[in-house]
């Protein structure tokens, strides 16, 4: 093997080793709690159901102008769009294209 093999192959197994230590280290840990553990609120207050529905599949209960409203932004911006609505409001609540 000549220098710059061994330089490339070092840097190679440098990088692997890196990489390796990064990926464990960012895995969320679930069986310890840690000291902040106590502090942890978990109520359903904290996690409401999903409130969001598809525009598509929702049209009882919105509010007066969000179809037109939405069917013209479509028309305007052009693309693959798709919307979602805060069911309790029947407004838009946020969308992805």
């Keep these: 093997m000549n220098r710059m093999t061994r330089l490339s192959a070092g840097l190679a ?3 692997a080793a890196l990489f390796a230590v990064n990926a464990s280290a960012q895995m969320m840990q679930s069986s310890d709690p840690g000291p902040l553990g106590r502090l942890a609120a978990l109520t359903e207050a904290l996690s409401p159901p999903a409130s969001t529905a598809l525009l598509e599949q929702t049209s009882v209960g919105l509010a007066a102008n969000v179809n037109d409203a939405w069917s ?26």
């Design 13 to 15: 197994l440098t990088a």
């Design 72 to 97: 013209g932004f479509r028309s305007e911006v052009g693309g693959s769009w798709v919307a979602y609505v805060d069911k309790r409001s029947g407004l838009l609540e946020f969308a992805e294209g």
